[in-house]
Every structure is written in C-alpha cells, then in structure tokens.
C-alpha cells in the first residue's frame, strides 16, 4: 500500500503536472529580477518537471524496497515475522525517501533553477509530514516492542503507526513535489 | 479368493513396487490422478482412483511383503470414479494395492495401514496438513509422501482452490489439476487420506446460507469424487465422522462449512454439535482429535480479529458450548488440530475463560504462501508459530499419554517439536 500510495501520488501530480504548464507571471507581479541564470525555455521548464517527479517516483520504488527487504530476509530465515526488523525496515525506507528528496532537486538543472531555493521551499512544504513519518516509525516501533512480549499488546499501536506512516509518506510525496514545483516557480520571471 | 498367476504377477510387482518407495509410482495414462485410499477401519479401506479406459477393471491388495494377493472387480461411476469400501482386512497391518484393466494397463502402487484393532494401545502416527494452492510449491507433500510409517494423513481443508468455479466440470478441473502433480500423487499413494473440507474447496469464507445451492451441490460432487472417505450410510452428504485407532486416538473430523448458517449464529448443526459431546465424553480413546478445518483458539488481536467472523470465534455460543463440555466433564486427551491460517501454530485455546487448559496446533500451510501478518502468535498464548510450509506429525504414544507433535518442512527438517501431556 505505501509503494502504491507513493507512486500512485506521484504519478497523479505528474499528470496533473505537465498538463498544466506553470502559467509565467505577469510582468506587473514580478518584484525582483529573476533569480535564474538565464531564461528557461517551455521545454526546459517542462522537462525539470517531468524528470523532477519520475525521480521521485523511482526514488519512492527505491524506498519501498528497502522497507521491505530487511523483514523479507529476516522471515526468510526464522519463518515469521519479527516485528522489530520490520520497524527497521520502515525507518529505512522512511529515512531513505527522506533523504532522497533533497537530491532529487538536481533535476531543476534542467530548468536552470536556483536547486538551493527548490530544495528550500520543498523543505518548507513537506516538513509536517516527514515529521509525521518519524512519528509513525516511533509508534509503530513501540508497538513492536510491546508485541515482542506480549502477543497482541502492541498491535494497535503498530496499526496506527502503520496508517500514519501510509498517509505522512503519500503527503510527504505530494507535498514535496508541490513544493519543488513552487520554489522553481517562484524564480520564473 | 482365487489368486490367478496374473494375480500373483500383479501382486509381485506392485509387492516390488512398493518396497522401492514412491519415488517409483508412475501412472499410467488410464489412471491420471494416481490411487489413494482413506478412512481406515480395523478390518476396512476405501480405495480410490479415477479411470478413464473402458475395460473391465480390477483392484488388487495384498499385506506388504507377501504374494496373498487379494483381487476385487471394481464398477467406476459414469465419470470413471472409483470409490470402493474393502472389507475383510487383518488390522494393524501395511497393504499395498493397485488397479489394474483388463488391457492389461496398471496403475501407480498405493499404500495403507489398516486401523488397530478397536481394543488395541499401538502407538500411532499421524501426518496432517493443510491449505495446498496449484502454482505454489508442493515439496512439502512429496516429502510426506516418502514415508511409510504414518497411519493415516489428515487433510485439513483448502486442499484445492476453486473460488471461480460454479459447475461440477469446473470443480473437477481444479480437483484434477492439483491431482495430476507428482507431489500429491506421492502422499495419495503412500498412507490413507482422512479429509474434511473448508472454504476454498467451494468459494471464499462461505456459509451454507451464502453459498449458491447449485454452486455448492456441485462442489460437493466433485469433493465426494475426489476424496476416498467412507460415506454415511444414513446421509451420504455428511462429511462429519470418526475415524478410531484402537483406543489409542479417536479423530472427531468436523464440517464447520455446509452446516454453518450465518444468519442462525450457527457454526455446526446441532446434531454434530450433539454427536462431538457425545463422542468426545464416551470416547475410551486416551487421545482425541477434534479436525477443524478453522482454528479454535482464541484470536482476539487487532491483526486477527477482523476475520473472528469466519471461525468459531465468531460464533461465541457454540465455542463456549463445547469447550465448556471439554473443560466441565473434565474430558482428557482433546488436541483440537486446525488448518486455514497459513501458518503453523502451537498453544492453548484460550488465555482465559473455556479451553483455557485446551490445546490446539495448527498444521500447514502445505503450499500456500505464508500469514502476511506482521506479527506472529506467541506468548503468553502461543508458545510457537511459522509461515513456513510444512505437515505435521502427531505421535501418540498411550502407555505415556503424551503426544509429540513435530513440523516438518519440504526438505524434511524439523521446524519445531513439542509434546504434551494431555
């Protein structure tokens, strides 16, 4: 469901995305001199855009599968899950897609963006919800560590770690995006 | 009985054949799905097979390691089935047998145990698995199938997956395609078949009164076709029986599907219900297993609970009803033994409250993928769990009263073992 929600995310904001090209400000609204280097082209714009958000979709894969494959192997080999290792696959995948996000703003190079600028305005969108994921990894860990004595005990509090980190990763993705799309924006004369 | 030199050079082949193991068995293209035979008695068999030649047709049996072959003519029904209840056999004894046509075509060894005499205190062992869906690995079978110690192997349901299918061919293709793999025909072969039924046989988590009665009169043939069970004289629909080892075990094998009603709060009728207290209190037995498809035991975990409506949880009033008979008549000996989860298990009941001294295992899966749960039984209730797939074997010794229960994986190791003193 997280691989789903993720690239289902990312995949509807690129539609939505390259459909609508960002409407260039009018003249009047413009305060300052653009930022960038020189004038992009359509194509250019388009381009970091697109190339933007495939980026993020590959790195949601990416993500994905390093939550996933630390539980797989360790149930490969005892025959049952073992709810710690699963937190660690979490944190993993959560750290990782986190991180990842940051660099992902080097394809505004595309565009000639200012990259400190995209990453700074995405931080800005997408703070709360890779807060929100940290939380859910702390939950969900908690819950593992009750489970891990008790059968059942910590299950609740690994099923609402378990839904928060769902919805913080698909907002975090969106937010990301929206975010980088508006600092690059902000730029555009 | 006449023994004819083709008898005996029936008899002396199969006789060879099965000493060499299953490894050998090599149906023939007139006997597709291979033999099996199920529901052992002291002095009977039910043997099985599926022929598709037009000569006349013959079983032969003979106890293993002698040339008394014993040859029976067999009528299989028009679809070529064949479902024979032999009788007049020395209990407590191995048979091997095979059918054979009169073009002279043969069919694979099986082989069997005869139940001990009802008087009788043998230890017994019993293999048991579950939950075995074409497309996955059925190593686990074929493992199973290389023994020839086992008295009996139960099936526990799921042994087939036909959710899609409404008319009997539909149900008979499914049969038939998890029976024409090697590894089912193997165990078929190699020790008598005691199964009941769960959902997928028919249709996902159904009841009687939410399965279509077409759709269910036609998985049932196809379940009676396919399955070497002995059938009630009475009623030859019913699936619930005993199958008895001397007074070493009693096997309770329960249908928790065709009798359950939804709408009624009803898990099993309330004749079966009757005929297991009844069973369970007069059994002289020192071991009795109750064969439920569905678990039990207690499951009242967030990750589990949302399908509490499809096992007897779900139907508190006849959970507590008869595990407060076990618990209030003081009844010794019960294991209930469960399948469907996807995962092997070991533990008690209930924390609290009826069937909290009670145990239950659960066996398989024999081939199916494991639980997706992200968190196994254990303690305080579960002293044990695995999603690896498996069978089960339960020792029974009586001079002890202990069963040892042990789950094996598809390479023959052991994944855990525990006995209990019940």
């Known amino acids: 469901m997280r691989t789903l929600g993720g690239l289902l995310s990312s995949f509807l904001l690129a539609c939505v995305l390259s459909a609508a090209n960002p409407t260039p400000l009018a003249p009047s609204e413009v305060a300052e001199p653009s930022p960038l280097l020189a004038q992009p082209t359509r194509a250019q714009r388009a381009g970091a855009q697109a190339t933007f958000i495939a980026a993020f979709a590959a790195s949601n894969a990416v993500a994905a599968a390093l939550a996933y494959v630390p539980p797989r192997v360790q ?24 991180a990842l996000a940051p660099l992902l703003a080097e394809a505004y190079r595309i565009g000639d963006a200012d990259l400190a600028q995209v990453r700074r305005t995405m931080w800005q969108w997408s703070r709360w919800p890779a807060l929100g994921a940290a939380v859910a990894v702390l939950l969900f860990g908690a819950g593992a ?37 508006r600092g690059y924006r902000e730029q555009l004369p | ?29 007139v006997f597709p799905l291979g033999v099996a035979s199920g529901d052992p008695a002291p002095q009977g068999i039910v043997l099985w097979t599926r022929y598709t030649g037009a000569a006349p047709l013959s079983v032969a049996l003979w106890p293993a390691g002698t040339n008394d072959v014993r040859t029976l003519s067999v009528t299989p029904d028009a679809n070529g089935f064949v479902s024979l209840d032999v009788g007049a056999l020395q209990s407590a004894t191995d048979y091997g047998f095979a059918f054979r046509d009169a073009a002279e075509q043969q069919s694979a060894v099986g082989r069997f145990r005869t139940a001990p005499d009802l008087q009788a205190r043998p230890v017994v062992t019993i293999g048991a698995t579950c939950c ?12 199973a199938g290389q023994r020839s110690d086992l008295d009996a192997f139960l099936l526990l349901g799921d042994t087939i997956y036909a959710d899609g299918a409404h008319t009997v061919e539909d149900f008979r293709g499914k049969w038939q395609e998890a029976f024409l793999l090697p590894e089912y025909q ?6 008598a078949l005691v199964a009941t039924w769960d959902d997928h046989e028919f249709n996902n988590d159904w009841a009687r009164d939410t399965l279509d009665p077409g759709r269910f009169t036609a998985g049932s043939t196809a379940w009676f076709e396919h399955i070497p069970m002995r059938r009630n004289p009475d009623l030859s629909t019913r699936v619930w029986r005993r199958v008895r080892f001397g007074t070493t075990a009693e096997v309770f094998v329960l249908d928790c599907r065709s009798e359950r009603y939804r709408s009624k709060g009803q898990y099993i009728s309330p004749a079966q219900l009757d005929w297991l207290k009844r069973g369970l209190s007069s059994s002289p037995c020192t071991f009795k297993l109750i064969m439920s498809s569905v678990p039990i035991s207690q499951f009242a975990v967030p990750f589990f609970e949302p399908f509490s409506y499809d096992r007897w949880e779900g139907f508190p009033v006849q959970r507590t009803d008869i595990l407060t008979h076990i618990d209030d008549a003081g009844i010794p000996g019960v294991l209930w033994v469960a399948g469907d989860f996807h995962l092997a298990c070991a533990g008690r009941v209930s924390l609290d409250g009826p069937g909290r001294n009670a145990v239950e295992v659960l066996v398989g899966p024999g081939g199916q993928v494991p639980n997706a749960s992200p968190s196994y039984p254990s303690a305080p209730q579960f ?13 029974l010794d009586p001079s002890t009263g202990r069963a040892k229960v042990t789950w094996i994986d598809a390479s023959g190791a052991v994944l855990y073992t525990q006995t209990y003193a019940l």
């Open chain 2, 132 to 143: 075995t869906k074409y497309g996955n690995a059925f190593d686990v079978l074929a493992r």
């Open chain 2, 186 to 191: 193997a165990l078929k072969a190699s020790t």
């Open chain 2, 1 to 29: 009985m006449s023994l004819s030199r083709r008898d005996l050079s029936l008899g002396l082949a199969a006789a060879a054949l099965t000493r060499c193991g299953p490894a050998t068995l090599s149906p023939t293209g």
């Open chain 1, 75 to 98: 149930f490969d080999r005892a025959g049952r899950p073992d709810p710690l290792v699963t937190t660690g696959g979490l944190l993993l995948g959560a750290l990782a897609q986190v």
């Open chain 2, 383 to 395: 002293e044990w769990s695995s999603g690896i797939n498996n069978y089960t074997e339960f020792s």
């Open chain 1, 145 to 181: 560590l009750l489970e891990r004595n008790d059968f059942g005990r910590g299950q609740g509090l690994m099923i609402g770690g378990a839904a928060l980190l769902a919805v913080s990763w698909v907002t975090f993705d969106v937010t990301a995006i929206i975010g980088a799309n």
